[in-house]
């Protein structure tokens, strides 16, 4: 079997030269690597006690909604300003969440697919702290070390499943 590395089809020089595009649709197309990328996910999160699953639109949604799922906790998206029907709380790069979504005192895990320089999932934590939520950890798929994402996610439990040195 292979290893989750080796669904991860990688693009040099995309979007601009020096960098290496990690594609995350790559593993989604092959069900083993689907399995894999969420198995992998869950694995970081078996000794974490926690109530909700936050994840990004969109590929937080197509990580965090099978681990929720499978771990039988909710999920809720963070969705671009202005999609969202019902009252709402705003952050920087456009991001909302229902008003309602978090509930003070509860323990809020984010899920995404990928940290660059971390300034969405940053975002991400002020609404739900701004809601009275705590981020008890933050788990990504792919992280991009070489771009000190987690710099601004320091004072957070963060964990990669693949991790990749350069950008």
């Not at 990580?63 to 202005?82: D, H, I, L, S």
């Not at 456009?94 to 940053?122: F, M, R, W």
Request: aromatic fraction near 8%.
């Amino acid at each position: 079997m292979k290893k989750l590395e080796d669904y991860v089809r990688s693009i040099p020089d995309f979007p601009e030269p020096g960098i290496i595009f990690r594609d995350v649709t790559s593993v989604l197309q092959e069900a083993d690597g689907l399995q894999l990328s969420i198995n992998g996910i869950m694995d970081k999160l078996k000794d974490v006690d926690f109530d909700v699953v936050v994840g990004p639109e969109s590929r937080g949604f197509i990580f965090g909604v099978p681990v929720a799922y499978n771990m039988k906790k909710a999920f809720v998206p963070v969705r671009k300003k202005g999609k969202l029907p019902c009252e709402t709380i705003s952050m920087e790069y456009d991001l909302e969440l229902h008003k309602d979504s978090i509930k003070p005192g509860q323990k809020v895990v984010i899920i995404d697919d990928l940290i660059a320089t971390g300034g969405t999932i940053e975002a991400i934590t002020k609404l739900v702290e701004q809601l009275g939520g705590e981020v008890v950890k933050i788990v990504f798929l792919m992280e991009l070390a070489g771009l000190d994402g987690r710099k601004k996610l320091a004072k957070y439990d963060v964990d990669s499943v693949i991790r990749y040195e350069g950008k």
